[in-house]
């Protein structure tokens, strides 16, 4: 499906639905659709495959550096660079402001939402809809919704499509736990009951929502619902892990000197993107990852962890793991000593707090030719949750499994659970293990708030306040909005 096709009648349609950008003068000049235009576009399943293209389309925009912003940069995955933005060091050092429009500027995601709000409305009004678009429609606004609690906690809530300009800018917001549950879950399981479908990478599939709704469990603490959704994914027998490095490097790797791949069969759910489709600089990957004067560098304390639990020199590996030969060889045919994951996720020829991410990119090209995907959910870390999910349901051997099915499949030594005896030192190992796997994915933040873990894992890092573990809002929505409060951690 090529996301920016068909559109536009769309677009005319949903003009609206810029209701929340920051400033008023966003939207003054939008003028209200008339409801003749709107009754002659919703009238067959061309009209309503068009509609959920253009909420997908949103999605890329309000993706393409907030998934990273949001759930990468404010864990213990990257330090600042000496050239870093006002705006970025402030995710690293944990000292937001509400002035950081790159990372609090909620303008895409509200379109995101408003395009999914009338998708909702309208496709019903179709005769012999195919009910999987309606689905789609529910998963991405309950995706959205679901990042805007994590993100804010409480936000403005709209679940219809905006008529009144004057009225509908000035919601208060609504309460997390409320949007949770009469909006995020709702939506997720009705996206279960409508999607059949499989295979498509880009599209939210059976696989992706039940990958979806053990997200949003796990931050809820339900781990029984979460196991039950991870192990219905499970059950499609539609994914598996890679088994070698080219593999797994290729799930990742868009470098337009080494090749485009992102392919595999661990890829469950991708935030696709295209030059021709989405312009130059698609993606924001490369900027943020690879720039050629980067603004991120992989964190000393990350890296020496990796080296520490994986040694990268013969006699610390063998004085590691005494019983267990490496398989893998470098370039000039001598054994590979350490974890490939760590070579192929780290800049060649860096020292320590010198090296940027290359899981995507290993080498420098424009990024004016940046479209690489997101990668939202692989099935190594659905496994990997899962094992955090048994785990704290009391079934440390299931977890140990788990782990040690992704740790074959990477060619590592497997872990013995009786250096784990409790809860807790298990679970440490199983944050570990996804913060090695899922390096530059955009989770390590939002595990460790699942978890409670931000404190243990950034103690000597940043001292932050329990109530900024939410973001702040953005400045200019207070102004525009004045029913609107500023978190308190905020507050001055």
Same mark, same amino acid.
């Given at each position: 499906?090529?996301?920016?096709?068909?559109?536009?009648?769309?677009?005319?349609?949903?003009?609206?639905?810029?209701?929340?950008?920051?400033?008023?003068?966003? /939207?003054?000049?939008?003028?209200? +659709?008339?409801?003749?235009?709107?009754?002659? @576009?919703?009238?067959?399943?061309?009209?309503?495959? &068009?509609?959920?293209?253009?909420? $997908?389309?949103?999605?890329?925009?309000?993706?393409? /550096?907030?998934?990273?912003?949001?759930?990468?940069?404010?864990?213990?995955?990257?330090?600042?660079?000496?050239?870093?933005?006002?705006?970025?060091?402030?995710? /690293?050092?944990? *000292?937001?402001?509400?002035?950081?429009?790159?990372?609090?500027?909620?303008?895409?995601? $509200?379109?995101?939402?408003? *395009?999914?709000?009338?998708?909702?409305?309208?496709?019903?009004?179709?005769?012999?809809?195919?009910?999987?678009?309606?689905?789609?429609?529910?998963?991405?606004?309950?995706?959205?919704?679901?990042?805007?609690?994590?993100?804010?906690?409480? +936000?403005?809530? $709209?679940?219809?499509?905006?008529?009144?300009?004057?009225?509908?800018?000035?919601?208060?917001?609504?309460?997390?736990?409320?949007?949770?549950?009469?909006?995020?879950?709702?939506?997720?399981?009705?996206?279960?009951?409508?999607?059949?479908?499989?295979?498509?990478?880009?599209?939210?599939?059976?696989?992706?929502?039940?990958?979806?709704?053990?997200?949003?469990?796990?931050?809820?603490?339900?781990?029984?619902?979460?196991?039950?959704?991870?192990?219905?994914?499970?059950?499609?027998?539609?994914?598996?892990?890679?088994?070698?490095?080219?593999?797994?490097?290729?799930?990742?790797?868009?470098?337009?000197?080494?090749?485009?791949?992102?392919?595999?069969?661990?890829?469950?759910? #991708?935030?696709?993107?295209?030059?021709?489709?989405?312009?130059?600089?698609? #993606?924001?990957? $490369?900027?943020?990852?690879?720039?050629?004067?980067?603004?991120? @560098?992989?964190?000393?304390?990350?890296?020496?962890?990796?080296?520490?639990?994986?040694?990268?020199?013969?006699?610390?590996?063998?004085?590691?793991?005494?019983?267990?030969?490496?398989? =893998?060889?470098?370039?000039?045919?001598?054994?590979?000593?350490?974890?490939?994951?760590?070579?192929? &996720? *780290?800049?060649?020829?860096?020292?320590?707090?010198?090296?940027?991410?290359?899981?995507?990119?290993?080498?420098?090209?424009?990024?004016?030719?940046?479209?690489?995907?997101?990668? +939202?959910?692989?099935?190594?870390?659905?496994?990997?949750?899962?094992?955090?999910?048994?785990?704290?349901?009391?079934?440390?051997?299931?977890?140990?499994?788990?782990?040690?099915?992704? *740790?074959?499949?990477?060619?590592?030594?497997?872990?013995?659970?009786?250096?784990?005896?409790?809860?807790?030192?298990?679970?440490?190992?199983?944050?570990?293990?996804?913060?090695?796997?899922?390096? &530059? =994915?955009?989770?390590?933040?939002?595990?460790?708030?699942?978890?409670?873990?931000?404190?243990?894992?950034?103690?000597?890092?940043?001292?932050?306040?329990?109530?900024?573990?939410? @973001?702040?809002?953005?400045?200019?929505?207070?102004?525009?909005?004045?029913?609107?409060?500023?978190?308190?951690?905020? /507050?001055?």
């Amino acid at each position: 499906m090529r996301f920016n096709q068909s559109i536009q009648p769309f677009y005319l349609l949903s003009v609206l639905l810029l209701v929340l950008a920051a400033s008023c003068d966003d /939207v003054i000049d939008e003028q209200p +659709v008339s409801q003749t235009s709107d009754a002659q @576009f919703w009238k067959n399943n061309g009209d309503a495959e &068009s509609g959920v293209a253009a909420i $997908y389309d949103a999605m890329q925009e309000t993706y393409r /550096v907030k998934h990273y912003l949001w759930g990468e940069f404010r864990s213990d995955n990257f330090i600042a660079s000496d050239r870093v933005t006002v705006d970025y060091e402030e995710l /690293v050092s944990n *000292r937001l402001t509400q002035s950081n429009e790159s990372t609090l500027r909620w303008n895409d995601l $509200y379109q995101m939402i408003g *395009r999914a709000n009338l998708a909702i409305e309208k496709i019903p009004t179709i005769p012999n809809y195919t009910p999987g678009l309606l689905g789609q429609a529910h998963a991405l606004r309950a995706y959205a919704y679901f990042d805007a609690v994590r993100v804010w906690g409480g +936000v403005p809530l $709209y679940t219809e499509a905006v008529t009144n300009l004057d009225q509908d800018l000035n919601r208060p917001a609504t309460d997390g736990t409320t949007i949770l549950n009469e909006i995020v879950i709702p939506d997720m399981l009705e996206a279960e009951r409508l999607i059949t479908g499989s295979g498509n990478e880009f599209r939210f599939t059976k696989a992706a929502t039940y990958a979806f709704q053990a997200d949003v469990y796990t931050h809820l603490k339900d781990y029984a619902k979460a196991k039950e959704a991870l192990d219905k994914l499970i059950a499609l027998d539609d994914y598996e892990l890679v088994t070698d490095r080219e593999s797994w490097s290729r799930l990742f790797l868009n470098d337009l000197n080494l090749g485009t791949f992102q392919e595999g069969p661990e890829l469950i759910f #991708s935030i696709r993107y295209d030059i021709l489709e989405d312009g130059n600089r698609a #993606s924001g990957n $490369y900027e943020l990852f690879f720039a050629g004067i980067p603004s991120f @560098f992989i964190s000393p304390t990350l890296e020496r962890k990796w080296i520490e639990k994986f040694p990268i020199d013969s006699v610390g590996w063998y004085a590691k793991y005494p019983d267990f030969d490496p398989q =893998e060889t470098d370039e000039f045919g001598n054994t590979l000593f350490g974890d490939w994951r760590y070579f192929e &996720s *780290r800049e060649e020829g860096r020292s320590i707090g010198e090296a940027r991410s290359a899981k995507y990119t290993k080498l420098n090209f424009s990024p004016n030719d940046d479209a690489t995907n997101i990668p +939202v959910y692989r099935y190594a870390g659905v496994l990997l949750l899962k094992a955090l999910a048994e785990n704290r349901l009391g079934n440390p051997e299931v977890a140990i499994e788990l782990i040690n099915e992704v *740790r074959t499949a990477r060619q590592l030594p497997l872990v013995d659970g009786a250096d784990y005896p409790d809860v807790e030192s298990l679970e440490d190992l199983i944050l570990d293990e996804r913060q090695l796997e899922l390096f &530059s =994915e955009g989770d390590r933040w939002w595990d460790l708030r699942a978890t409670d873990k931000v404190m243990q894992a950034l103690d000597t890092i940043a001292n932050i306040p329990q109530d900024q573990l939410v @973001f702040p809002i953005y400045e200019k929505h207070l102004i525009d909005n004045p029913n609107l409060q500023q978190n308190p951690g905020y /507050v001055n």
